[in-house]
């Protein structure tokens, strides 16, 4: 059955959000943005502040915001009745091979997941991406465009790992870690922070 969606973040983000959206044959309602200024975006409605969504809650919502601690924030602020959308576009490629993706999730063009992945709740698997199999990606992660997560990695909740990123095999990385552009992570990472360059290390 189709969707109706409202997309919380009226943003380029928000614009890749709702081609997705709408390649999915659901249907876009609009958005909700905290700019006073914004009657419009990207051709629909903006609907009204973000704290105005229970006036919606018939819709499915989506929060396309890349920053994995304000999703976490809004979630928290939004009541269980909220329905969440998981959005994955025509070109992901995910395996048939016990692969599962939690609520509010989205999977953007071309991103790949292998066999034997759990996704949460609310992340982000950007454009390109790869997460190869044996996954376990937690909560509110964000894997940017063009990153590589090899075989049997864990990576922790409201973790961001930065464009072109490589995670080798068999490696844990903790909550609340930031892994910069380019950075290549070749061993376990426990304590919260930045990290970057080849191989990474705490910034």
Not at 111 to 120: L, P, R
Request: contains cysteine; charged residues 20%; hydrophobic residues 40%.
């Amino acid at each position: 059955m189709n969707k109706d969606v409202i997309i919380i973040g009226a943003s380029g983000h928000g614009e890749v959000v709702a081609d997705i959206v709408l390649k999915s044959d659901d249907r876009l309602i609009g958005f909700l943005d905290d700019n006073d200024n914004l009657r419009e975006f990207a051709g629909y409605p903006v609907l009204g502040k973000t704290s105005e969504y229970s006036k919606f809650l018939n819709n499915y919502f989506v929060i396309a915001i890349g920053n994995p601690e304000i999703r976490e924030d809004f979630v928290n602020r939004m009541t269980n009745q909220v329905k969440w959308y998981v959005g994955i576009h025509p070109s992901a490629q995910i395996s048939t091979m016990n692969v599962s993706i939690g609520e509010g999730t989205v999977l953007m063009a071309n991103a790949v997941i292998n066999s034997n992945t759990s996704i949460g709740k609310h992340c982000i698997i950007n454009t390109s991406a790869v997460v190869e199999h044996d996954n376990k990606i937690n909560d509110f992660v964000h894997i940017s465009v063009g990153a590589k997560v090899g075989g049997a990695v864990e990576i922790g909740k409201s973790t961001w790992i930065g464009i072109g990123a490589t995670v080798n095999n068999n490696i844990n990385i903790c909550d609340q870690c930031m892994i910069g552009a380019g950075a290549v992570v070749v061993s376990d990472i426990t304590e919260k922070g930045v990290y970057i360059g080849i191989p990474a290390k705490k910034h």
